[in-house]
């Protein structure tokens, strides 16, 4: 299994480092792990392409007025999403990487965004 972190600083303390090294040893891919990954790469990280904006509109499609219906709401959505859902946002996350490599690393301006 590899961890992929992401960039926020707060997520790199060195004692977070050093526990995330010890479980995931070289497949630990973070700003500060053996596996460098620029932070914010929005077009490879597949939570910021996809889930976040899919799970945030369903979220507040009601509009929740109290931190408990946000609760609920956040919980209910998460709890829907379908594994066909998870294994095509597996593949097209595999597409983008693919692309990455054929690109050598350049931005990913071909890439096409589908679900």
């Known amino acids: 299994m590899w961890f992929h972190q992401d960039g926020a600083t707060c997520h790199a303390a060195p004692e977070t480092m050093d526990i995330?090294?010890?479980?995931?040893?070289?497949?630990?891919?973070?700003?500060n792990g053996p596996v460098n990954w620029p932070p914010r790469s929005c077009d490879l990280t597949s939570l910021d392409y996809f889930l976040w904006c899919y799970v945030k509109l369903l979220v507040y499609v009601d509009k929740p007025n109290t931190i408990e219906a946000l609760q609920y709401n956040i919980k209910r959505v998460i709890r829907?999403?379908?594994?066909?859902?998870?294994?095509?946002?597996?593949?097209?996350?595999?597409?983008?990487?693919?692309?990455?490599?054929?690109?050598?690393?350049?931005?990913?301006?071909?890439?096409i965004f589908k679900m």
């Open 20 to 31: 995330l090294k010890d479980e995931f040893r070289e497949q630990l891919i973070s700003r």
């Open 80 to 111: 829907g999403i379908q594994a066909e859902m998870l294994e095509k946002v597996t593949q097209n996350w595999t597409f983008r990487i693919d692309h990455l490599k054929r690109s050598r690393g350049h931005h990913l301006h071909e890439v």
